[in-house]
């Protein structure tokens, strides 16, 4: 897969972001977390370089990195995830789980930083890790997040308790942290200059229940971490690969209606050479607003990589027992797969 440089890309996004807001007037998106549309007036230009502060931690460079994506060490930070409670914005245990993100990624050598910044009255705390320099430059992220109320559980006593969030954030979250320890590994064979590993905050609390105190999340919106971190930037990446929901015991990953063509069957493709095409499925079901459609609207290729067939979706059952191992390893080696795949 061929890459603008630097130089080119920004025209090309602005005149792929014109494109894309004619289009998001006639689409209806599925969205990730409602059926709502993400217009492009929702994103606030008044925010645009709000960053409060960007605390900044340089890693060690003489780590050494495992060469094998394990799906059990991943599931282990799913474990740990849930085990701090509730990571709603602004919480003690969203606090703890961002600085938790942040300290592995310097164990593992990454240069991270924790961006503050606000949207909508909405604080935000984006943990940013940083490999690599130049160009192509592409980022990866997830969402870190869980929701304030669980308003689908089946169970009417349930539906004001938060949500554990095993696969609806800790799945992500905990992909991107075991590639975070092996990509360095690969840094000769990858096919990009520089990788950023962003774990968003506040992607899930839109919608709540009007039982909910708006005063615990004042803006209610969707993708709000990501649409903050898109709107800080002074240069656009080449790429976006949004990972979520993906740890379901019963993986079943169709491709997304809005995302990226090239990108979308280039994924698809590594995963069915490492014979993973039960879990990958090479057809188009779900149209999502997600934490790539900041990106996208912005023009920036993007795609969003999720199993939206999960039963146990905002409700209470979102537990470690309802994801698997082997699913997180499908898509850890996936990924790995099409990051080091130089092929023209």
């Known amino acids: 897969m061929k890459y603008l440089s630097t130089t080119t890309k920004n025209k090309k996004h602005a005149t792929q972001a014109i494109s894309l807001l004619l289009l998001a007037a006639l689409l209806l998106l599925v969205g990730c977390k409602a059926t709502n549309l993400v217009e492009p007036t929702q994103v606030d230009s008044t925010s645009r370089g709000a960053v409060a502060t960007q605390s900044v931690i340089e890693a060690p460079t003489d780590i050494p990195a495992p060469e094998q994506f394990s799906g059990e060490r991943a599931y282990e930070d ?61 980022v990866i992220g997830a969402h870190y997040d869980t929701r304030l109320a669980a308003d689908r559980d089946p169970d009417p006593a349930n539906q004001s308790k938060p949500v554990p969030g095993a696969n609806d954030g800790a799945s992500g979250v905990s992909v991107l942290l075991e590639l975070a320890r092996i990509l360095p590994a690969y840094q000769d064979s990858l096919r990009f200059g520089q990788i950023w590993l962003v774990f968003f905050d506040a992607e899930d609390n839109g919608d709540l229940p009007n039982s909910v105190d708006a005063e615990l999340i004042p803006s209610r919106g969707w993708i709000l971490g990501s649409r903050a971190f898109v709107n800080s930037l002074s240069e656009y990446p080449d790429a ?37 095409s039960k879990q990958f499925i090479p057809g188009y079901k779900w149209s999502m607003t997600d934490d790539h459609t900041p990106f996208l609207m912005a023009g920036i290729p993007a795609i ?22 082997a699913s997180l390893k499908a898509v850890g080696d996936t990924l790995l797969q099409w990051l080091t795949d130089n092929t023209p």
């Open 240 to 276: 976006a690969v949004i990972v979520d929901m993906i740890g379901d015991d019963d993986l079943n990953i169709y491709m997304e209606k809005n995302s990226d063509f090239q990108i979308t069957n280039e994924i698809w493709a590594a995963a069915n050479a490492l014979g993973y």
């Open 78 to 138: 799913i474990e740990y995830q849930v085990s701090i409670g509730p990571r709603t914005p602004g919480s003690d245990g969203n606090i703890q789980a961002g600085e938790w993100i942040r300290s592995e990624l310097i164990d593992a050598g990454w240069q991270a930083e924790i961006q503050e910044t606000e949207i909508f009255g909405q604080p935000i705390r984006n943990i940013i890790g940083k490999w690599g320099e130049g160009d192509p430059w592409l």
């Open 304 to 325: 969003d990589i999720i199993d939206f067939d999960y039963p146990y979706w905002h409700t209470v059952d979102d537990t470690p027992d309802k994801v698997s191992p």
